[in-house]
């Protein structure tokens, strides 16, 4: 059974500063993994969606790189402000479970003025 | 173009009782996916439909029923309602049945008391 993680748990970062999270899952049969925010109490936003066969996607001050042999992802967010601060996840979908997502239990950002 | 609905956004119920929940997905889309989210368990799969077919359901007891209409909205219900059903229901949806970008709606809070 596909199993992600993500590291670490809680981050507290001040405004300006650089950051990666790091997301890791245990089989590498996916379709794809895609990144998202969820702010507390709300749904969840899209931030980058990276097919299997790519290694890296960018939106602006984010990027995601993804290394499928490895099980890893990383999401970098440049000069970071106070709005970053959200939950993030990571969610892969698998070869045999069509849009069924295994999601990560996330990481709390901080930015703090 | 409109995101996902979904409605309510707030509801509470009390043990015993059941409870209907709807998405609708961004238009042209044919899968939505509900998933349960709650503090001590994150976000868990409870299944998918395409095209007004089950595709895939996640480990959760009958009490948990769906379906999908031809216009691809879909409705969740949960039956006898217990005090662990209390959760933040979510819905996405996607183009595509696989390897497709999905997108949430805001989530439906259930509370049962």
């Known amino acids: 059974k596909q199993e992600v993680t993500q590291i670490p748990a809680a981050l507290s970062v001040p405004e300006g500063e650089n950051l990666v999270l790091n997301c890791s899952f245990t089989d590498s049969a996916i379709y794809n993994l895609q990144w998202f925010r969820q702010d507390p109490g709300k749904g969840l936003t899209s931030l980058l969606l990276?097919?299997?066969?790519?290694r890296e996607q960018t939106s602006g001050r984010l990027n995601a790189s993804l290394d499928k042999s490895s099980g890893r992802s990383t999401l970098y967010i440049a000069a970071s402000q106070p709005g970053d601060s959200a939950t993030y996840l990571c969610a892969v979908t698998a070869l045999n479970t069509g849009n069924q997502f295994y999601f990560g239990t996330g990481t709390s950002l901080t930015v703090i003025p | 173009k409109a995101g996902v609905t979904q409605t309510p956004r707030y509801l509470i119920k009390t043990r015993g009782q059941q409870v209907t929940l709807s998405c609708s997905p961004i238009s042209g889309h044919r899968s939505v996916s509900w998933y349960q989210q709650t503090p001590g368990q994150g976000l868990q799969f409870l299944f998918e439909?395409?095209?007004?077919?089950?595709?895939n359901k996640g480990n959760f007891p009958g009490r948990f029923s769906g379906r999908q209409f031809s216009n691809s909205r879909s409705e969740m219900n949960v039956s006898t309602l217990e005090l662990g059903d209390s959760a933040l229901y979510l819905c996405?949806?996607?183009?595509?049945?696989?390897?497709?970008?999905?997108?949430f709606g805001p989530g439906t809070r259930l509370t049962v008391t």
């Open positions: 996405a949806s996607s183009y595509r049945d696989i390897n497709h970008e999905q997108y």
């Open positions: 990276i097919q299997s066969s790519q």
């Open positions: 439909y395409f095209s007004e077919t089950q595709r």
